[in-house]
């Protein structure tokens, strides 16, 4: 390992939280993200026979809204932009 964290891109939308659900609670500026695909996700990451630090990044605005269609996420993960991820 090179130290580096992995950072993971996690669309925010509406419907079908049990797959992927961001909160976002203002009074302690804190996200949590949860749901079927992180739960197999995180087991994978557990899986692996070496440790990798990761990050669950939501791509979202300051108020907890989407940030744009998971189009333009991958577009600004291309990009570099690690304003948003």
Excluded: C, W
């Excluded at 580096?4 to 659900?21: A, S």
């Excluded at 203002?26 to 990050?55: C, H, Q, R, W």
């Excluded at 791509?59 to 989407?66: C, D, L, R, V, Y």
């Amino acid at each position: 390992t090179n130290g580096k964290k992995l950072r993971v891109g996690v669309p925010v939308k509406d419907g079908f939280f049990e797959f992927v659900k961001v909160e976002h609670d203002a009074s302690t500026n804190t996200t949590k993200v949860t749901g079927y695909i992180i739960d197999i996700f995180k087991a994978v990451m557990e899986a692996l026979p070496y440790n990798v630090d990761y990050e669950l990044i939501p791509f979202a605005k300051p108020n907890g809204e989407s940030a744009g269609t998971y189009n333009d996420m991958v577009y600004q993960v291309y990009l570099g932009v690690s304003k948003n991820l």
